[in-house]
């Protein structure tokens, strides 16, 4: 019986560890938690947000709008009013009523219009077109800036 005592005597001390490490592992959890609510209002605020004239504002502002809005219809293959607003050669190019952006003139630009619903009623439509929602005041904030500050974004990639 001796022989056993040693197994047993092993299994106390790695219990206790264990739960001070999921102890220490919910605490760290939670002050995680706690810096992110404590971060957010900071971040809206930082002083180092990108300027609109930057590339850093397009492809952390502007193009996750454009990403969630309009590149089912306006991305990749799918041209929809022979529009693709992928690239900045889409977006120079326009579609079918020709040009969609003045870089530098957002109220020039048909495509501030129709985000802003202030366009025709149709042809072409309200972008994204009904039933799907008008974009937030803030998201139309943003492209409207990025536009009026020059439409920066990265050179395309090399035609195929
Ligand atoms: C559900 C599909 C769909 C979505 C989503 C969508 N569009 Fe469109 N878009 C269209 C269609 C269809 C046309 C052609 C409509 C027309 O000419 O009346 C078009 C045309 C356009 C045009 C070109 C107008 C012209 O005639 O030259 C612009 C600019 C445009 N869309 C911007 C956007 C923007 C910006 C978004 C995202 C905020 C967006 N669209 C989202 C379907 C879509």
Same mark, same amino acid.
């Given at each position: 019986?001796?022989?056993?005592?040693?197994?047993?005597? *092993?299994?106390?001390?790695?219990?206790?560890?264990?739960?001070?490490? &999921?102890?220490?592992?919910?605490?760290?959890?939670?002050?995680?938690?706690?810096?992110?609510?404590?971060?957010?209002?900071?971040?809206?605020?930082?002083?180092?947000?990108?300027?609109?004239?930057?590339?850093? *504002?397009?492809?952390?502002?502007?193009?996750?709008? *454009?990403?969630?809005?309009?590149?089912?219809?306006?991305?990749? *293959?799918?041209?929809?009013?022979?529009?693709?607003?992928?690239?900045?050669?889409?977006?120079?190019?326009?579609?079918?009523?020709?040009?969609?952006?003045? /870089?530098?003139?957002?109220?020039?630009?048909?495509?501030?219009?129709? &985000?802003?619903?202030?366009?025709?009623?149709?042809?072409?439509? /309200?972008?994204? /077109?009904?039933?799907?929602?008008?974009?937030?005041?803030?998201?139309?904030?943003?492209?409207?800036?990025?536009?009026?500050?020059?439409?920066?974004?990265?050179?395309?990639?090399?035609?195929?």
């Amino acid at each position: 019986m001796p022989r056993n005592q040693p197994a047993a005597d *092993f299994c106390p001390p790695f219990r206790v560890p264990l739960q001070h490490k &999921i102890a220490a592992l919910s605490l760290a959890a939670i002050s995680l938690a706690a810096a992110a609510l404590l971060w957010q209002p900071r971040d809206v605020s930082a002083q180092d947000a990108p300027a609109p004239n930057t590339v850093a *504002f397009y492809t952390q502002r502007v193009q996750p709008i *454009f990403e969630a809005n309009c590149y089912r219809c306006h991305g990749g *293959f799918n041209h929809r009013g022979h529009f693709s607003i992928a690239t900045r050669a889409g977006l120079l190019r326009g579609g079918m009523d020709g040009s969609v952006v003045v /870089p530098g003139n957002a109220a020039q630009s048909l495509l501030i219009r129709l &985000i802003r619903h202030e366009g025709p009623a149709n042809d072409p439509m /309200p972008m994204p /077109p009904p039933p799907h929602q008008k974009l937030s005041d803030a998201d139309i904030a943003t492209i409207t800036e990025w536009i009026q500050a020059g439409m920066v974004m990265p050179p395309d990639p090399p035609a195929k």
